[in-house]
């Protein structure tokens, strides 16, 4: 199996990342092999979309987790996220399910919260950058 990074950067000269939930920084090494998603939402296979929140959150890990395994890389090769999330109010739910399938991996990761995405339906969206050194 390819190796995951290990050049997490957390600088202790600034603040440290809130909650302890991410890295500041990930340093991809050269050679690495690197794959971008793009944003995905809590669609399930057939198209539909959970109306909960909780429910989309976890599609959505579903969703990254298959294209991670389609490219033969596993979620220990993530070092970026980006979240979009309508309303704070439904962060919460966004980040105990990202906490749940990252475990303790920390990629970079940002999270903003928006008043909507294309369809009013969608409550989160998220890209990847997975990295990892074959």
């Known amino acids: 199996m390819p190796s995951t990074l290990d050049t997490f950067i957390n600088p202790a000269s600034i603040m ?19 794959l ?19 429910a ?17 890389m596993r979620v220990e090769h993530i070092v970026k996220l980006t979240a979009f999330v309508v309303g704070a109010h439904n962060y919460p739910a966004y980040a105990a399910a990202r906490t749940r399938r990252l475990g303790q991996h920390r990629p970079a990761s940002t999270a903003i919260c928006v008043p909507s995405l294309l369809k009013p339906e969608w409550l989160l969206e998220v890209e990847m950058i997975a990295a990892r050194v074959p």
């Open 16 to 34: 440290e990342p809130y909650n302890r939930a991410y890295s500041h920084a990930v340093l991809i090494p050269p050679g690495a092999e690197v």
């Open 36 to 54: 971008h998603s793009a944003g995905q939402i809590g669609a399930r296979q057939d198209g539909s979309v959970p109306t909960d929140i909780e």
């Open 56 to 72: 989309q959150a976890e599609q959505v890990w579903t969703n990254l987790e298959a294209i991670l395994e389609a490219a033969g």
